[in-house]
């Protein structure tokens, strides 16, 4: 035994062991998440039953079994509930019965022992909505104008053909309002500006002001035009509204210009649902959301998260590599550059939330008011970038980890033998040129490392994001057909500020809990892509410079 312990073994199979229950339970917490997260979008079946408590009242239950779960019968009884059966143990349902502006609530809890006469029935419909969430019943009619046009067996087919019209009308003016609309008032604030900037100068003369009106005008006339467009395709969209019918059996008239889709869960086949999970998967990549977030895609979440991540590689690597060949090839080695790395080691271990205080007060109020002052004064007092924005947000980032990158690249140009730069200089290349052509191509693997840790690191962020860019509903991407088309001034959505604001700042939360999972998930999935592809440049760089290497 004694040997056994001397060669080294139950350490290594110690370690082995941490090793494989790490990654059992980081494979178990992302199948977790994936399973509640990706189950979001199968189109559940919506029960038709009756809810008849012990007093003696019915109502009418119409929904989908969100959760199910076993609870103590003291539980219930503390909150008022009288059984008439022996049991220690209750099922409960949390049903979500939609219909939230008729009833006030998107959920009701219910005991499974009250639950009676549950069917299923095919022409049950499910409504999504542009807002009000969704909408449980039955279709009772189909009308154009206030007049009925199809009712019973025929409304449905025509509900179809008239739904995917106003489908296509929403997407044209969501186009004109987002694309032309939202140009030319980019465009107006652009010539008052100029206007402005051209007061301050004391430059507006009379010509420079014809040549401003003459190019408002035609903005003008312009946005006329698209405005009298609008109308008409308001006007067409209001022209359709079908009438349903609640589990309560109140009728309510729904425009189709508020319908977002319109489906039948308990009459589809396996090949129906399967066709529909795709196409929810699909909305809640490349949609934007709804409903305070709770509903529709997350699109502008993932590319702020995305774009945020590559302005800051592209802020981090140069400073940090610059800094570690400086203090690597450079600096002479002595107490202060000993405490120049102990300096760096500790601002990796800094509260990240520091990070964004500074960033904060150094970067938007500090440096972007006096750049405010000196480029933009024009649009004083309204702040450009004095303002939490993406630029602000990628350098707190690179900030935070600045140290990783240092650490990465000098550990790399560390391991590049000293025979190998002594046979550079001996040839006759400087110094510059046996780092630029020599050196840094054989510690380019260890920089991508560095990088890729500070990837990892900086999507995952929110704490110091909240502070210094990221909102919970950005109006426009930070890039657009508008010049310069990066605005690196705007403000910007981040997957994980939404899982946040989604999970714990929601009026809606029962409703909310699936998307954190969803958008926890694809938040993952991001980090992982991104680090794949530091991976292949890595790899790729590494194959490219063995044989320097091995020579």
């Not at 030319?184 to 010509?207: D, S, V």
């Not at 399967?274 to 305070?292: I, L, Q």
């Not at 602000?392 to 140009?413: N, Q």
């Not at 440049?537 to 020579?551: C, D, P, Q, T, W």
Request: aromatic share 10%; glycine share 8%; net charge negative.
């Amino acid at each position: 035994m004694n040997s056994w312990f001397k060669s080294g073994q139950p350490w290594i199979w110690l370690n082995a062991g941490a090793v494989s229950v790490s990654l059992i339970m980081v494979f178990g917490l992302m199948l977790l998440i994936g399973v509640r997260g990706l189950s979001y979008f199968w189109p559940s079946a919506v029960i038709d039953a009756q809810y008849v408590l012990p007093s003696g009242e019915t109502t009418r239950l119409v929904g989908e079994i969100d959760s199910v779960e076993t609870i103590p019968r003291v539980q219930a009884e503390s909150s008022g509930y009288e059984f008439d059966f022996e049991s220690e143990k209750l099922t409960r349902y949390l049903i979500k019965t939609g219909n939230r502006d008729v009833t006030g609530a998107d959920f009701q809890v219910v005991f499974a022992d009250f639950v009676q006469d549950i069917e299923y029935p095919e022409n049950l419909l499910v409504i999504e909505r542009h807002e009000w969430g969704n909408f449980y019943g039955f279709l009772r009619q189909v009308k154009e104008n206030g007049q009925v046009v199809a009712e019973g067996e025929n409304a449905q087919q025509e509900l179809e053909v008239r739904l995917e019209r106003a489908t296509e009308l929403h997407d044209r003016i969501k186009d004109i309002q987002k694309g032309e609309i939202g140009s030319i008032n980019y465009q107006m604030e652009r010539l008052r500006l100029e206007e402005r900037a051209l007061e301050l100068e004391n430059e507006l003369t009379p010509q420079k002001q014809q040549e401003l009106a003459n190019r408002r005008d035609a903005l003008n006339a312009e946005y006329e035009t698209l405005l009298e467009s609008m109308n008409e395709l308001y006007s067409q969209i209001r022209r359709d509204s079908i009438l349903a019918e609640t589990m309560s059996g109140r009728q309510i008239e729904i425009p189709l210009a508020k319908i977002v889709r319109v489906y039948y869960p308990n009459s589809m086949g396996i090949m129906g649902k399967m066709g529909f999970y795709f196409a929810k998967v699909w909305e809640f990549v490349s949609g934007e959301p709804r409903e305070a977030n709770t509903e529709g895609g997350i699109f502008p979440a993932i590319f702020g998260t995305v774009m945020m991540v590559l302005i800051m590689s592209v802020l981090v690597t140069p400073f940090g590599v610059i800094a570690a060949i400086y203090l690597r090839e450079y600096a002479t080695q002595g107490p202060i550059i000993r405490t120049i790395r102990i300096a760096v080691n500790n601002l990796a271990g800094v509260p990240s939330i520091v990070y964004g205080v500074f960033g904060l007060g150094f970067f938007i109020y500090f440096l972007g008011g006096n750049i405010d002052q000196l480029f933009f004064p024009e649009a004083l007092p309204a702040p450009t970038f004095g303002t939490p924005g993406i630029l602000w947000s990628s350098l707190t980032l690179a900030l935070l980890t600045l140290p990783v990158v240092i650490v990465s690249t000098e550990e790399g140009l560390s391991r590049i033998p000293s025979s190998i730069r002594e046979g550079s200089l001996a040839l006759g290349a400087t110094k510059a040129e046996t780092l630029w052509r020599t050196v840094i191509p054989m510690a380019s693997p260890a920089m991508m490392t560095g990088l890729i840790l500070a990837v990892a690191r900086a999507a995952g962020e929110v704490a110091p994001l909240m502070l210094v860019g990221v909102v919970k509903l950005a109006p426009s991407l930070p890039l657009d057909g508008n010049f310069p088309y990066l605005h690196m001034e705007r403000k910007f959505m981040h997957l994980g500020f939404h899982i946040y604001d989604v999970g714990f700042q929601s009026p809606n939360v029962e409703a909310a809990r699936p998307l954190v999972y969803a958008t926890s998930l694809l938040l993952i999935l991001v980090i992982i892509a991104l680090n794949l592809s530091a991976i292949y440049i890595r790899n790729r760089l590494r194959e490219k410079h063995r044989a320097l290497e091995s020579g």
